[in-house]
Structure formats: structure tokens, C-alpha cells
């Protein structure tokens, strides 16, 4: 067990797709002495970089699942978590930040900050992480870290603040000037191992004490004590450090760092600034909920002492059972020891405990508050909470987005079915966001997630790592219904033919509720009209209505349904009769309150150079999208806009063909609307169409 | 109240009879003001009533970011819609986003050729904006052959060009200094005036009107919406 936490530190690495985060990730591993042979992205030499460890990862040349590793740097135990670039895969990276206490954000120094820095970042901020900017790529053409500096400034709202300036850039880039020390420092040797300070060019002093006298006027808003050493010109290293590190952990600072991490440069420097800028477990308060007091929220103590508290984030299943990845927040998780799940209430055993490096491991006794680690054989699902049982609490949950796509899928054989099962149930339990079920109508398995590619990945996974071959069908949108308008109800539900009689008469209104509400239910029923126990069954009726509208069979949404007058009889009326007239009363006040169809529409951001602007903004419009705007910048036009997603299969491909392959866009989910009425008519018609020719 | 009926009662109506008729089709228009006082939601507000009206607009900006100058629509027009009580504003606030353009050039220099491939990508996609709406430049002599090609294109386009920039706070003849070299391609000047409650529109040029009237408009700092003052 770690036993001096303020050496501890859990980071995370972040950044678009392609900007040289796994490089990165490997030389800080190549440097920390954790390996001992660089190996690059993609498989050159047909291993692939460490922690891009999944088969279908390395062919990809991305990083999917955020692999976990740890390293030892300047006596301090650094836990690192590589992340995914993609924005489908966000809810690994949202993941992730959840239990890091800070971050590398890394930015192509080419191409500055992209649409998915914008994402990263907004997430990193949801979850107050710290974080240190890499400029990487210096070595490439157009390579520019005052720009992409400025960037980080006007696009993402971040006072940053150069802590080095880069001695030539593209071809000529040499290695980094420190702006605190005021020294160049070379990368020496085969892989850059040596660090070589020497004194800076004269050339560049002049830049170089600009520089330093910008970042010392920005620094010095953290320290009153800095602030004076300035007046007084008796400034030292360590004001500086301190007051680097006070704004940056504050928020309210992004120092940044530069190299070329593919060319050996800058990388020991910036594992320096981890180590005396981003927090320890000790610097960050993390709350979590009392679940024997109301979910009241309470505060973590990183005490190894007291209760254990720990958030598993992660699960694999590998080679030896399930390996669940846990940040222990408070107290001690030791091997052989008893802990409880605080959602299952089920108690476990804890066997083997382990150090993840990538897919090796190494056999650990204990862990204590602050680490990141890993243990076997415990059944559980992602963002789950463990407790030693003396306390009963649970992290706070995570923010887990609804899916947006679906598509049906049918396994080729009965082998492949079975295989199927098996990804399935454990895709569920890593992923939040992707889901699996049954079609109740047609029987067939249906799969939903965050975009196309997110579905597409799966499906290759269930092929590669199960030998699960299913075939898909036409990926099928989440649509939603709504109402535009108030209309009235009054509903009776009378069966007094034979046998026992069914009675039950509801009266009241449905209403739109405003942005961003599911439904809500009000009960206004006075003077005992319907008697109080008949009101859930009213409730429950309406919340069975609420999950197939009548337009096209999809969940209605944005509806309050107000109760406030009815009727029963002293016999006749029963829980299923009210549940029956709820249902009803709902389908007809609906059918008369302009009912709508609401389509998902997905934020998109198009990027690529100026001359092909037009075929992007081309290829939006005849996608119904909506742009937003257009920003153009250093020969690069970045579009962003809001596009129906049922518009947007194969954009990929057609994006590709249509500039060259020059241009790349991300796209999540922004909100729904209401469909153009031409969409609606034809989604109306083929429901109609499709109950039909089932009743038939 | 309905969209036809806020337009109609808004108090740019006022601002038209006090500016004679308005900035009108072709004309460039500028408003100066300090830093901080209010020039976006003047513009903004200028914008909203044009693509109210079924306009179409093309928001330039050299110096804000396209979500900067997004966020600004967005408050002033729920700020609108709530005050009025505006029916169906979801569905116009919709119909807005679809009629206006923003384009963000951070750190560029002013330059009419842009603007001019901007504007013809804008038509060749969408339709020729109606108001073109430019922030971010700083004023100076240095201006004269982009604001004598400005104009050019506003003729061209038959749309009115509404210009921002900070002001210096030193005047010749009425005119701040840096704009006097280029007062000559502007057909309006608005300043900006901080009172105790608001901030007052003034004009200091209204075309060739040697009377220049007081125009009875404000800005309300509490909900950026223009005012009748």
C-alpha cells in the first residue's frame, strides 16, 4: 500500500482522435522504466503500442477501452488512464475522469484544438479535473504552440499559460526552453532518454524572457508572496511551483507544456510538471451519498484508516474472470477481505487484488485511499459502490446519456446465438450506454448506443472476441412523440356485462411540459371523487400508455397528465379498472392534443481545410442540418451544426469521397425536436402500414 | 402576443423614425461604444428583429467564437419570447437559427474578400443574407478601400451592413477619432451612452440629416433587450 498519498497521483490522458496520446502514454512508460522498447501505434512492428492492447485496436491504430497503468517518476506513483479519442466512446472517457484527480490534455500542435478537445474539455470541467496542457507534434509542418496556445484561450475558455518555449519547430525542433529555470533542454540518446540542460540559445533569450515575464505577470495572480518577490526582484523556483500549482489545482490555470512525443521531446519535463502541479488524492475533496441517512451527500476522507469506500469503474472480462478496475476513495481494500456492494447488498470475498499495467498485472496484498487497482472474480456492474458494511453510502452516479440509435441483430447459427448472449451480457455491464433487448413485437434482439460506430465496434468485438457472426439490419432511430397543446379527458371505463363489472371514470387534461421533462403526474382530485388507492392504478395506466405513443409506437415524452375529477363505483371499481380508464383517458387526451413526432438531432462539427467548406456545408444541407456557424482559422474551417441523426448513416463515407478525406467530424447527442412534417407523415404512415398487417 | 405584432410594436420601428427611415438597403451602419457597454445585444437585438421579420442574416465576427455569438441569440430571444409572452416561440426560435449564418474569424484581419466568399458560399447553400452584422474590427484610416468594397457589396446584395467597434473616447466633431477617417462610407452612427438604468442609443450621424434627433431607445443591461426610452 501506497503510504505517502501526496506522491500519489491519478491522471488521465485526453484528447482528439490522432493527436499522439498512446505515443505519449509510451514514452512515459518507456521513460518511468515500465517497458523497455517503444513500441508505436498502429503495429509497425506488429505488436502495437502497450496500452492499445484490444486486437481490433491495434488494427485501428485508436484506442477503445481505457487501459489503466501506473508508473514511478521522481518518488511519486503516478496511475495513468488512457482514454478514447473518439466521441462515441465518451462514456469510457466521462468514465475515467470520474475517478482521475487530473489530466493531460493533449492538442496536435498542427491542427490546435479540434471538436473533440471541446468535448474532452466540457467533460474534464463537468468534473473539475485539473489539467496540464501538451502541445505534441512540434516536429510536424505547421506546427505551432503560441497558436494552439492562443486556442486554449479563445475556443476553450482556459487562461493558459506557456510554461516553455520551443527551441525550432517542424524539422528544426530541437527540444524545449523552461521558462522558470530559464534553460534549454536537449533529449539525448537513441530514445531521447538523456535530458541534457545546457544554456539557451542567444537567439531565443529574448523570446524566451517575454515569455517569461507574460507567464510570471499570469502566475502571480495565485501568490501574493510571488507577486512581492517579483516587485522585489528575489523571484525563486519554488514561488513559482507553488503558485503554478495553487491556479491549476483552483482550475483557474492550464499551464502548458510542448514536445514532439514521437520524436523523444518534452516528455520528461512534462512528467515533472505531473508531479508538481496536479493534485494528490489529498488535494481533492470527493463526496458521496449516505444511503442510511437519505442519500445526504458526505464527504470522502482519503484516510486509509476509515471504512472503505471504493467505485468500481471499469469491468473486463478476461482471461481469468472478471477484472473489475476500482478507484479506492477512502479506507483500505485488502486482499481476503469482506466488502459489500451498496446497490446489490450482496457481500464478497475479495481474492486476488492487482496493479494493472495494460493486460499485465502484478499481485498486490492492499490498497489504500487515492490508488487505482483492479480485482478478480467479483460480479458486479459498472459504477457500482463497495463499503467493508460498516457504512452504507454510494459514489454518486454518473452521468450516463439515453442511446440514440438502434439496430436489430441475428445471429447467423445457433453457435453464434449462444456466443451472442455471452457479449452481450458483458458489452452491457462495461458499457452504460449500450444496451441490448428484445423487440417485443418481432422477437428480434435489438442493440442501441450512441452512434453508428459505437454499434459497429461491438459488432466486431461479438465476431472477434466471441465468434458471435450476427447480421444487422437498417439502424433504426430513437424517435420520440410528444404534444403540442392542452386538451381535455374524461374517460370511463365501464364492463358490467356478466360476470364481475368494471367500472372507473377519469377526468382531467394533458399538457407540454417544457424542455428537458419526461412526464410528470399531478393529482388534483378532491373531495375523494376517485378514492385515494385507485390513484397509483390511475398512474400506473398512464405510465403503460406513455411507452408506445399512437402516432408511430414510440415513448411519449414532454407530457404532464393532470387528474382532477372522476368517478367509482362502491363494487365495480378495482385497481385494473382505473389502470384501464388511465390508459385510455391518456391515449384520447393525446389523440386530441396535436400529437408530434420528436426526432434526435446530433450536434456535428465538421473539420477541414478552407477548400472544401463548401462541399461540407453542401454535405450538411442535404442532410436537413441546420448550421450553426463557421469558424475559420490557420487555413482550416471547422463547421458546426445541428443534423437529424436519421439523416446521418454512411455520412462517413460520403464525407470522405466528397473532400478528399480531408475533412473529420464528431457528432453526439444534442436534443430532440420536432420532425418536419413531410418525416412525420411517412414515419406515421409506415406504423399504420406495419399494425395493419399485424392484425391482419 | 404574435410574431407579426412584436415586430410591429418594436422599438426599432421608433428607431427608424427617429434615423429617417432607418440605416436602409446598401448602407453600412456603425455603433461605438466602450468595451463591456453593450454592443453585441444592440446588434443582436438588430439581427433578431431582421430574421422576425423572414430576413436572413450573416453574423460576422472577428473576434468572438461561433458559440459566443450563438449564446447571445439565444439569451436575448428567450429574454424576447418571455417578456411578450410569444406564441409558438419554439418553433420560431427554430425558424431563426435556420435563417442566420454565423461565421467566426479569430484573429484575422478585417477583409471584404472574405466576407465576399462567405456571402456567396451563403447563397450558394442557404440565401443572400438581408443584414450582414460585423464585430471585432478595429476602426482606422487603414479601413477605407475595405469599407469602400463593403459598401460595394451591400449595394450589390441590397442589404443593410451593420458594423461594431470600440471607441476611443476622443472626438472630432462629434465623431470619435478612429472613425472619422472612414465617417465618410458610414451612413449611421449609434454611440452607446451609459445612463443610471439603461443605456441610451444616440445617434451622431443620421446620413445627410444635419438634425440629429434623439432616438428614444435604450438597452436594458438587465435583459440586453432594446427599449423604448
Given at each position: 500500500m501506497l503510504q505517502d498519498l501526496s506522491r500519489l497521483r491519478n491522471i488521465g490522458i485526453s484528447a482528439h482522435i490522432d493527436s499522439g496520446k498512446t505515443t505519449l502514454t509510451e514514452r512515459i512508460l518507456f521513460y518511468t522504466q515500465r517497458i523497455h522498447k517503444i513500441r508505436e501505434v498502429k503495429g509497425k512492428d506488429e505488436q502495437g503500442a502497450t496500452m492499445d492492447y484490444m486486437e481490433l485496436e491495434k488494427e485501428r491504430g485508436i484506442t477503445i477501452t481505457s487501459a489503466a497503468t501506473y508508473c514511478e517518476w521522481n518518488k511519486h506513483h503516478i496511475n495513468i488512464i488512457d482514454t478514447p479519442g473518439h466521441v462515441d466512446f465518451t462514456i469510457e472517457v466521462e468514465r475515467s475522469l470520474r475517478v482521475l484527480d487530473g489530466a493531460i490534455l493533449v492538442l496536435c500542435g498542427v491542427a490546435g484544438v479540434q471538436s473533440q478537445s471541446l468535448t474532452v474539455d466540457r467533460q474534464m470541467r463537468r468534473y473539475k479535473v485539473p489539467r496540464l496542457a501538451f502541445v505534441n507534434k512540434l516536429?510536424?509542418?505547421?506546427?505551432?504552440?503560441?497558436?494552439v496556445s492562443e486556442q486554449l484561450r479563445d475556443k476553450l475558455g482556459h487562461n493558459a499559460v506557456m510554461m516553455q518555449i520551443p527551441i525550432g519547430l517542424e524539422a528544426q525542433h530541437a527540444g524545449v526552453i523552461d521558462l522558470i529555470r530559464m534553460q534549454a533542454y536537449a533529449f539525448d540518446g537513441d530514445n531521447g532518454e538523456n535530458?541534457?540542460?545546457y544554456e539557451m540559445p542567444a537567439?531565443?533569450?529574448?523570446?524566451?524572457?517575454?515569455?517569461?515575464?507574460?507567464?510570471?505577470?499570469?502566475?502571480?495572480?495565485?501568490?501574493?508572496?510571488?507577486?512581492?518577490?517579483?516587485?522585489?526582484?528575489?523571484?525563486?523556483?519554488?514561488?513559482?511551483?507553488?503558485?503554478?500549482?495553487?491556479?491549476?489545482?483552483?482550475?483557474?490555470?492550464?499551464?502548458?507544456?510542448?514536445?514532439?512525443?514521437?520524436?523523444?521531446?518534452?516528455?520528461?519535463p512534462l512528467l515533472d510538471a505531473v508531479t508538481r502541479y496536479l493534485p494528490s488524492p489529498l488535494d481533492i475533496t470527493n463526496s458521496a451519498v449516505d444511503l442510511s441517512n437519505n442519500e445526504a451527500p458526505i464527504t470522502l476522507s482519503a484516510d486509509p484508516q476509515k471504512p472503505l469506500v471504493a467505485l468500481a469503474f471499469k469491468l473486463e472480462d478476461g482471461r481469468y474472470g472478471q477484472l473489475t478496475y476500482l478507484r479506492v476513495y477512502q479506507g483500505t481494500l485488502a486482499k481476503g477481505s469482506s466488502i459489500a456492494n451498496s446497490r446489490t447488498k450482496r457481500r464478497h470475498k475479495v481474492g486476488r487484488l492487482v496493479r494493472m499495467h495494460a493486460d499485465q498485472m502484478e499481485e498486490i496484498q492492499d490498497s489504500g485511499a487515492g490508488d487505482i487497482v483492479a480485482m478478480f472474480g467479483i460480479d458486479c456492474a459498472s459504477g457500482d459502490t463497495f463499503t467493508d458494511e460498516s457504512i452504507q453510502v454510494s459514489m454518486t452516479s454518473m452521468h450516463v446519456p439515453e442511446p440514440v440509435i438502434s439496430l436489430a441483430i441475428k445471429p447467423v447459427d445457433s453457435k453464434s446465438e449462444i456466443n451472442m448472449s455471452k457479449a452481450l451480457a458483458r458489452f452491457t455491464r462495461e458499457d452504460p450506454t449500450f444496451r441490448a433487448g428484445a423487440d417485443p413485437e418481432s422477437g428480434e434482439t435489438v442493440i442501441s448506443g450512441m452512434g453508428e460506430l459505437h454499434l459497429d465496434i461491438y459488432i466486431e468485438r461479438m465476431k472477434r472476441e466471441y465468434g458471435a457472426e450476427v447480421r444487422s439490419g437498417a439502424p433504426q432511430v430513437a424517435y420520440r412523440e410528444t404534444i403540442s397543446q392542452r386538451a381535455e379527458y374524461n374517460y370511463t371505463h365501464k364492463k358490467q356485462s356478466g360476470g364481475a363489472g368494471q367500472y372507473g371514470r377519469v377526468a382531467g387534461y394533458v399538457e407540454p411540459l417544457s424542455d428537458g421533462e419526461d412526464f410528470e403526474f399531478v393529482n388534483e382530485i378532491r373531495g375523494g371523487a376517485i378514492p385515494s388507492e385507485f390513484i397509483p392504478s390511475v398512474e400506473k395506466g398512464v405510465r403503460t400508455a406513455i411507452e408506445k405513443g399512437k402516432l408511430i409506437g414510440f415513448p411519449v415524452i414532454g407530457v404532464r397528465f393532470v387528474l382532477n375529477d372522476g368517478q367509482a363505483h362502491s363494487?365495480?371499481?378495482?385497481?385494473?379498472?382505473?389502470?384501464?380508464?388511465g390508459r385510455q383517458a391518456f391515449r384520447q387526451a393525446c389523440a386530441h392534443a396535436r400529437p408530434i413526432v420528436l426526432e434526435p438531432v446530433m450536434k456535428l462539427a465538421v473539420e477541414s481545410p478552407t477548400e472544401f467548406h463548401g462541399a461540407v456545408l453542401k454535405s450538411v444541407m442535404q442532410r436537413r442540418g441546420n448550421v450553426i456557424g463557421t469558424t475559420e482559422e490557420a487555413g482550416f474551417c471547422r463547421v458546426e451544426a445541428e443534423v437529424p441523426l436519421a439523416e446521418m448513416f454512411g455520412y462517413a463515407t460520403d464525407l470522405r469521397s466528397s473532400t478528399q478525406g480531408k475533412a473529420e467530424f464528431t457528432m453526439e447527442f444534442a436534443r430532440y425536436l420536432p420532425a418536419p412534417s413531410e418525416v412525420q407523415k411517412t414515419l406515421v404512415e409506415k406504423y399504420a402500414g406495419r399494425v395493419k398487417g399485424e392484425e391482419e | 402576443?404574435?410574431?407579426?405584432?412584436?415586430?410591429?410594436?418594436?422599438?426599432?420601428?421608433?428607431?427608424?423614425?427617429?434615423?429617417?427611415?432607418?440605416?436602409?438597403?446598401?448602407?453600412?451602419?456603425?455603433?461605438?461604444?466602450?468595451?463591456?457597454?453593450?454592443?453585441?445585444?444592440?446588434?443582436?437585438?438588430?439581427?433578431?428583429?431582421?430574421?422576425?421579420?423572414?430576413?436572413?442574416?450573416?453574423?460576422?465576427?472577428?473576434?468572438?467564437?461561433?458559440a459566443h455569438v450563438r449564446d447571445y441569440y439565444n439569451t436575448v430571444f428567450s429574454d424576447l419570447a418571455h417578456s411578450v409572452h410569444l406564441e409558438d416561440a419554439a418553433r420560431i426560435h427554430a425558424d431563426i437559427d435556420r435563417q442566420?449564418?454565423?461565421?467566426?474569424?479569430?484573429?484575422m484581419p478585417f477583409s471584404t474578400g472574405k466576407l465576399r466568399e462567405a456571402v456567396k458560399l451563403e447563397g450558394e447553400t442557404c440565401a443572400q443574407p438581408t443584414l450582414l452584422v460585423i464585430e471585432g474590427i478595429q476602426m482606422n484610416g487603414d479601413l477605407r478601400e475595405e469599407l469602400a468594397d463593403l459598401k460595394a457589396l451591400a449595394q450589390e446584395l441590397s442589404a443593410e451592413v451593420w458594423l461594431s467597434a470600440a471607441n476611443s473616447g476622443e472626438h472630432v466633431g462629434g465623431i470619435p477619432s478612429d472613425v472619422a477617417p472612414v465617417k465618410d462610407f458610414l451612413s449611421v452612427i449609434l454611440a452607446l451612452e451609459p445612463a443610471s438604468d439603461c443605456v441610451r442609443l444616440r445617434a451622431l450621424k443620421d446620413h445627410e440629416n444635419p438634425d440629429v434627433t434623439s432616438l428614444h431607445v435604450a438597452l436594458d443591461p438587465?435583459?440586453?433587450?432594446?427599449?423604448r426610452n
Open positions: 516536429d510536424r509542418s505547421g506546427a505551432n504552440p503560441f497558436r535530458v541534457r540542460a537567439e531565443l533569450r529574448h523570446d524566451a524572457e517575454a515569455a517569461r515575464e507574460k507567464m510570471l505577470d499570469a502566475v502571480s495572480m495565485f501568490s501574493d508572496d510571488l507577486t512581492e518577490a517579483i516587485l522585489e526582484g528575489v523571484v525563486t523556483e519554488e514561488l513559482i511551483y507553488d503558485a503554478v500549482r495553487r491556479g491549476t489545482l483552483s482550475l483557474d490555470l492550464t499551464p502548458v507544456f510542448m514536445g514532439s512525443a514521437y520524436k523523444n521531446k518534452g516528455v520528461q363494487v365495480d371499481s378495482s385497481d385494473i379498472a382505473f389502470q384501464i380508464a | 402576443m404574435y410574431k407579426q405584432f412584436l415586430t410591429a410594436r418594436s422599438p426599432l420601428r421608433l428607431l427608424e423614425k427617429g434615423l429617417h427611415g432607418g440605416l436602409g438597403r446598401g448602407n453600412l451602419g456603425l455603433v461605438v461604444a466602450g468595451r463591456g457597454v453593450g454592443k453585441t445585444p444592440v446588434l443582436v437585438g438588430f439581427a433578431l428583429d431582421e430574421l422576425l421579420r423572414e430576413g436572413r442574416v450573416l453574423h460576422i465576427s472577428f473576434d468572438q467564437s461561433v442566420r449564418g454565423i461565421r467566426a474569424y479569430p484573429g438587465r435583459t440586453l433587450l432594446l427599449t
